[in-house]
């Protein structure tokens, strides 16, 4: 019984979910007082799919998650930045400084493998790559690149991967606590 028992709870920490930090450049602080512009984050595309709509998904989670540890933010609102182009970093910085903004931060969802609908046992996996800029100068400030995995019982739905994950990015970028 005891030997069924650990078997269990060792196939149960093997299947958890889990959050990887695959880099974090920090080059300065992001004072709480400053305030941020949040351009649209990238759509994730692979093999010639683009994954619209998830990109803003993202957004809005990490805009969220940012409020929540208590940054100033907004989020850019011009049609010349949507979730489905490269950010143009010289636009962005004219942007960010018309709209008055300390800083500005550009991200991109860089993994989204969604298995929603198999059940084969595979893991989903989300990525983010978040890079916060000094509005005055363009220089990179801070960058954080996270992944997360399912865990191999319940891989849990599109919506709780973006919400957990821009959790964890914001806590990073910010080095705060939620």
């Known amino acids: 019984m005891k030997l069924l028992i650990s078997a269990m709870i060792i196939l149960l920490l093997a299947g958890c979910a889990g959050y990887n930090t695959n880099e974090f450049i920090d080059r300065g602080v992001l004072p709480k007082e400053s305030s941020y512009l949040i351009f649209p984050f990238r759509n994730p595309s692979l093999n010639g799919r683009t994954y619209s709509g998830v990109g803003s998904q993202f957004t809005q989670a990490f805009s969220r998650s940012s409020s929540k540890v208590g940054y100033d933010v ?29 800083y500005f931060i550009v991200g991109y969802v860089s993994k989204w493998v969604d298995r929603a609908t198999e059940w084969n046992g595979k893991r989903d996996f989300a990525g983010v790559s978040i890079t916060a800029y000094d509005a005055f100068t363009g220089k990179l400030v801070r960058s954080v690149e996270m992944d997360q995995h399912s865990n191999n019982f319940y891989s849990g739905t599109p919506n709780s991967y973006v919400k957990s994950l821009s959790e964890s990015a914001a806590i990073k970028l910010y080095q705060t606590n939620l």
Not at 74 to 101: N, T
């Open 74 to 102: 907004s989020l850019a609102s011009s049609r010349k930045f949507p979730s489905s182009k490269d950010l143009d970093l010289e636009e962005a910085i004219d942007y960010a400084q018309q709209k008055g903004a300390d």
